[in-house]
């Protein structure tokens, strides 16, 4: 069941004691299921290569991605099967908006149209300062205007939740109707920084995640993790 960040704490899937995330503008939902955690698993491990890792990654985001689409919106609709009529839904229009984060988020984009393939695809760069660790706009492709449209925003890791915070503003700024934010994993920190900076948008928010880790290392990276996804997936080149 999805719950807001004050019942975060008491869910998390690595055991650590800290206080609870008191927030009731952010809804959490950490998928607690035996395939989730089995790939999850295989992806944290520092013996998986790459092309495994970009398999598992994809698999993993279809399974978080039939949670995080449990409230996509439909029309009904009637049909004919080969022996009587029938009763049914389609997706409703607008489609839904599916936003990769570049460059990690490219690597989720596979798992999340396989369940959703009519959805459209939009594509937003961010790239994050490891010095201030502020993320700034460098790259986009979206509709100018988002009214009504429920966006899907990929993102691998939810580490202090700079990068995710931007992309909601983008969205919240085009009239976006709703968004959700698939993370393999996410960190104390950074959803709780996403509440602070998303109270004055009047915008539906959720997170869908495999996990909460314990937190950030001096590095700002998610601690176990799984390492740095953009480089897990394509190689470091160029990241140095």
């Known amino acids: 069941m999805p719950r807001t960040l004050a019942s975060a704490a008491s869910h998390d899937q690595t055991p650590s004691a800290r206080q609870p995330l008191r927030s009731a503008n952010v809804l959490l939902n950490v998928i607690d299921h035996p395939l989730v955690a089995h790939k999850l698993t295989k992806l944290r491990n520092e013996a998986t290569d790459s092309p495994t890792f970009r398999r598992l990654t994809e698999e993993l985001v279809t399974l978080l991605a039939y949670e995080a689409t449990r409230g996509v919106r439909t029309v009904p609709a009637q049909i004919r099967t080969p022996l009587a009529e029938a009763s049914g839904v389609h997706l409703a229009s607008p489609t ?77 700024d085009r009239h976006a109707a709703e968004v959700t934010a698939i993370c393999l994993l996410a960190a104390p920190e950074g959803l709780a920084r996403l509440d602070r900076e998303t109270q004055q948008l009047q915008l539906p928010f959720t997170v869908v995640t495999a996990a909460v880790d314990v937190g950030l290392d001096e590095r700002a990276y998610i601690v176990p993790g799984l390492g740095d996804a953009g480089d897990r997936l394509y190689g470091s080149a160029g990241s140095h």
């Open 96 to 172: 839904p908006l599916v936003v990769p984060i570049l460059r990690a988020g490219l690597g989720m984009l596979e798992g999340m149209t396989r369940l959703l393939p009519t959805a459209e695809v939009g594509f937003l760069g961010l790239v994050r300062d490891e010095q201030t660790l502020q993320a700034t706009t460098y790259a986009s492709r979206l509709p100018d205007d988002l009214s009504g449209r429920q966006c899907y925003l990929l993102d691998p890791m939810l580490a202090t939740g700079g990068t995710l915070a931007s992309a909601i503003h983008f969205l919240a």
